[in-house]
């Protein structure tokens, strides 16, 4: 059985880059993950 995943190992919670130019699904982002 194989098994693959794909995650983002570069999440910086720390620093200033606004995802929500991608559109409304990435406004509080991060509450969403937490």
Known sequence: M???A???LH???GGDKP???FGGRWI???EKLR
């Open 11 to 13: 999440l910086s919670i």
């Open 2 to 4: 194989a098994l693959y």
């Open 6 to 8: 794909i995650g983002d």
């Open 19 to 21: 995802m929500d130019v």
């Open 28 to 30: 509080n982002y991060v």
